[in-house]
């Protein structure tokens, strides 16, 4: 069946479902007052874009939000969108590094401000930031650190706070705009201009601000809820945040392109939910794994009747065959799918069906999306290759970005001459079309489904004036796919525990890129380690010659002896010659090296003399092979 695509604005698709569901339920919240059918949502998301117009925003304005997943996030939204703004989306546990960073790449002249996020003032770190605000006229704000930013808006639950401009009064606000410009205004906005900026890591430097138009999040949207099976009878609970392209496309676009009512969660909470999917009768919810367990794993599962649901999407990162079976049968999740893309492919390119079987809505991300081509490519050519082999995943059609803002170099390398969107992940697709995703290219970690770039965090740590060198990884972790490893090197004459540069990532970068604290042992010299080690849970490289508990990396003088000079890999030095940590080095090192406390906390071990000693990890053994080095043996072969 041809792939119809949709040709209307955000705004225009919201004016359309409220004229064709006027006074039915489009927005039902469950831990506040605020409920609102597709007329009236409609109609105040027009309040709302005259608002911003009376402040002097205006088409083409950027216009941050940060806030978790309240009514005034929608309202900024899709009041931005009809006015022909550009929201852009901040991440809810963003700190004042990364927020100095976003606002000031990004341009954003207003940002929409909660009052914080778990333990996280959203207006100290604003006012830190914009000193000047706290004396400033509302709306009038004169940064020198932020010069664009003129408004910092008040969508928080307290008193409106000294220089920003209250929620509430942008209502009044509006009555400063005619209806007639603002009209004028909105009829001129078309779908392919921008609408939303996400910043995601992408495959080298910082954060980057991917440009998604009206036409590529409104039409994956709709791609994804025709392949639920979505219509203006379902309901879905919403319970990823809103600043995420799963929040947004996968859910909100999902929704809106289809007429179908939905539940939001501020936070996820596995009860919070289970309560809305109940109470609410929903019969789809979003979200990564870990949530899924979440629930599965609550002391009241089994109080809930989830006969009423049918559908939802997994995503993120990889699902255990197990707890998708779990969701299929004890929550009636029959036709629960997978998701695969990135937030440069406004995010969906493949997806399973609602016929395909649980093994492989688990084992691939199943077929191209109508009117999106994918192929696997080799990284070294660029030649297509055949089925069966691994290579690029990549992808071209509607949905893919406009580009990365002021960034013309990284989309240049992001998007071929032809169009196709280089992913950076490693797939193969076998002969009917399924793809499967085997790992990546690139350096981005993915924890829980939160991107996480190692740049950053190692350029967080380089401004600790303890540290010399930093090399940043992604190591295994059953609960999230994947978990942060901060390999680091102290100055000499520095010292530094664990914990003080974790509080140090903490203070200056969202919880969650910190790197994982390391792990108590007590199995001494037993072959097989921590078995927590072994299941995956907790790794975090030790190695005394190139992290924190002994030392720094040896010096030429140290290089000449015979135990330093044979820590090789693969016939490549685990050091490089000017002394400076290298991360293919480290990864290769970490898959290999021994667990074993005894082992890593002696000196003077080398690479090769870790490994005679039994390494053990997730069931493979190193194992000597003559002169040829070492092999890793299956033991559960």
Same mark, same amino acid.
């Given at each position: 069946m041809q792939q119809k695509f949709l040709e209307k604005t955000l705004g225009q698709q919201i004016a359309d479902m409220a004229a064709k569901y006027p006074d039915d339920n489009m927005i039902d919240y469950t831990d506040r007052d605020y409920s609102r059918t597709w007329k009236e949502f409609n109609d105040e998301c027009e309040t709302i874009a005259r608002g911003f117009m009376a402040l002097g925003l205006k088409k083409g304005s950027h216009i941050s939000i940060w806030g978790t997943n309240v009514p005034a996030w929608l309202l900024t939204f899709f009041g931005s969108a009809k006015m022909g703004g550009i929201?852009?989306?901040?991440?809810?546990?963003?700190?004042?590094?990364?927020?100095?960073?976003?606002?000031?790449? =990004?341009? =954003?002249?207003?940002?929409?401000?909660?009052?914080?996020?778990?333990?996280? =003032?959203?207006?100290?770190?604003?006012?830190?930031?914009?000193?000047?605000?706290?004396?400033?006229?509302?709306?009038?704000?004169?940064?020198?650190?932020?010069?664009?930013?003129?408004?910092?808006?008040?969508?928080?639950?307290?008193?409106?706070?000294?220089?920003?401009?209250?929620?509430?009064?942008?209502?009044?606000?509006?009555?400063?705009?005619?209806?007639?410009?603002?009209?004028?205004?909105?009829?001129?906005?078309?779908?392919?201009?921008?609408?939303?900026?996400?910043?995601?890591?992408?495959?080298?430097? $910082?954060?980057?601000?991917?440009?998604?138009?009206?036409?590529?999040?409104?039409?994956?949207?709709?791609?994804?809820?025709?392949?639920?099976?979505?219509?203006?009878?379902?309901?879905?609970?919403?319970?990823?945040?809103?600043?995420h392209c799963f929040g947004m496309v996968l859910a909100l676009m999902s929704c809106i392109s289809h007429g179908t009512p939905f539940v939001p969660i501020d936070m996820f909470n596995a009860k919070k939910v289970m309560d809305a999917l109940v109470t609410k009768h929903c019969t789809a919810v979003h979200g990564v794994p870990t949530m899924f367990i979440a629930m599965l794993e609550h002391p009241d599962f089994d109080k809930y009747d989830f006969s009423h649901m049918r559908t939802g999407i997994m995503a993120g990162s990889p699902c255990p065959i197990k707890t998708m079976y779990d969701v299929s049968e004890k929550m009636n999740m029959h036709d629960i799918v997978i998701v695969f893309g990135q937030t440069e492919a406004a995010p969906g390119c493949t997806m399973t069906t609602t016929e395909d079987s649980l093994e492989t809505r688990c084992a691939t991300v199943g077929k191209a999306f109508p009117g999106v081509e994918c192929k696997i490519v080799d990284p070294n050519t660029g030649e297509t290759l055949p089925a069966g082999e691994i290579g690029e995943f990549c992808a071209r059609g509607y949905n893919i970005m406009k580009g990365y803002y002021k960034m013309p170099e990284a989309t240049a390398q992001a998007i071929d001459k032809d169009g196709w969107l280089h992913f950076g992940d490693l797939a193969v697709c076998d002969e009917n079309g399924y793809y499967k995703v085997t790992g990546r290219l690139k350096d981005m970690i993915i924890r829980g489904g939160e991107n996480i770039y190692p740049k950053e965090l190692e350029e967080c740590l380089y401004h600790n004036d303890r540290v010399k060198d930093v090399q940043v990884i992604?190591?295994?972790?059953?609960?999230?796919?994947?978990?942060?490893?901060?390999?680091?090197?102290?100055?000499?004459?520095?010292?530094?525990?664990?914990?003080?540069?974790?509080?140090?990532?903490?203070?200056?970068?969202?919880?969650?890129k910190a790197p994982l604290r390391h792990p108590q042992r007590g199995r001494g010299h037993d072959r097989g380690g921590d078995k927590s080690l072994l299941q995956g849970?907790?790794?975090?490289?030790?190695?005394?010659?190139?992290?924190?508990?002994?030392?720094?990396?040896?010096?030429?003088?140290?290089?000449?002896?015979?135990?330093?000079?044979?820590?090789?890999?693969?016939?490549?030095?685990?050091?490089? =010659?000017?002394?400076?940590?290298?991360?293919?080095?480290?990864?290769?090192?970490?898959?290999?090296?021994?667990?074993?406390?005894?082992?890593? $906390?002696?000196?003077?071990?080398?690479?090769?003399?870790?490994?005679?000693?039994?390494?053990?990890?997730?069931?493979?053994?190193?194992?000597?092979?003559?002169?040829?080095?070492?092999?890793?043996?299956?033991?559960?072969?």
């Open positions: 929201l852009v989306t901040v991440n809810t546990s963003y700190k004042v590094f990364e927020l100095d960073y976003q606002l000031k790449q =990004s341009d =954003s002249e207003a940002i929409v401000l909660i009052d914080g996020y778990k333990g996280t =003032s959203y207006i100290d770190i604003i006012n830190e930031l914009c000193p000047e605000l706290e004396s400033c006229e509302p709306g009038k704000l004169k940064s020198r650190r932020l010069p664009l930013l003129k408004s910092v808006i008040y969508a928080g639950e307290g008193e409106c706070p000294a220089g920003m401009v209250d929620w509430k009064d942008l209502y009044t606000l509006a009555e400063q705009t005619p209806v007639e410009e603002f009209e004028a205004v909105r009829d001129s906005c078309d779908c392919h201009e921008v609408v939303n900026i996400q910043y995601t890591s992408g495959t080298t430097g $910082f954060p980057k601000g991917v440009m998604l138009t009206h036409y590529n999040i409104l039409n994956n949207g709709q791609t994804i809820g025709d392949g639920m099976k979505f219509t203006h009878d379902d309901r879905l609970c919403i319970t990823v945040p809103f600043f992604g190591v295994p972790s059953k609960k999230y796919g994947e978990e942060v490893c901060a390999c680091v090197i102290l100055k000499k004459d520095c010292t530094a525990t664990k914990e003080e540069l974790i509080e140090f990532v903490r203070e200056g970068l969202s919880k969650f849970e907790c790794r975090v490289l030790q190695d005394p010659e190139i992290c924190l508990d002994n030392g720094r990396i040896p010096d030429d003088r140290e290089r000449k002896n015979p135990e330093i000079r044979s820590a090789r890999h693969g016939g490549r030095k685990i050091f490089a =010659s000017e002394r400076r940590l290298n991360r293919n080095c480290v990864k290769e090192y970490y898959e290999r090296i021994c667990y074993d406390e005894t082992i890593i $906390f002696n000196p003077r071990l080398s690479a090769l003399d870790a490994e005679r000693n039994s390494c053990d990890c997730q069931g493979f053994r190193l194992r000597r092979r003559g002169d040829k080095g070492y092999r890793r043996q299956d033991k559960r072969a």
